[in-house]
């Protein structure tokens, strides 16, 4: 069982910077891997980034790749979102989640956090 936590969420101009931080408790966190995913108003919820449990592979939304880094510390059980250059269209609810397997779907995770909102004026 895992329990996740997202924070650092807030309002902030377009261009600025933001860094999401998901705690997560649980004795396995390490033999997870670790999304960031994102729900705006009327929308779907969409893949952002995932960080594998072991190597520490990444991999990005297109529009996300070369603003936002993802990054795991297993020591404190907790994953980062470091999102620079925002843009209005990053406005979202920014859910962390933990999974199994290094995957792109929302169907894919087991665990969720309670989402924390990012919203990017222009």
């Known amino acids: 069982q895992v329990q996740l936590v997202e924070s650092g969420g807030g309002l902030v101009q377009a261009g600025g910077s933001l860094r999401l931080s998901c705690a997560a408790s649980?004795?396995?966190?390490?033999?997870?891997?670790m999304g960031w995913f994102r729900q705006a108003p009327g929308k779907e919820r969409e893949f952002v980034a995932v960080?594998?449990?072991?190597?520490?592979?990444?991999y990005y939304e297109d529009s996300v790749k070369g603003r936002f880094t993802i990054s795991r510390d297993n020591a404190k059980n907790t994953v980062y979102l470091q999102m620079n250059s925002l843009k209005p269209e990053d406005t979202a609810i920014y859910y962390c989640?933990?999974?199994?397997?290094?995957?792109?779907?929302?169907?894919?995770?087991?665990?969720w956090g309670q989402g924390t909102q990012v919203t990017v004026s222009s």
């Open positions: 960080i594998s449990w072991s190597r520490g592979s990444t």
């Open positions: 989640a933990a999974g199994v397997r290094v995957r792109q779907s929302p169907g894919d995770y087991n665990y």
């Open positions: 649980g004795r396995t966190f390490s033999s997870y891997a």
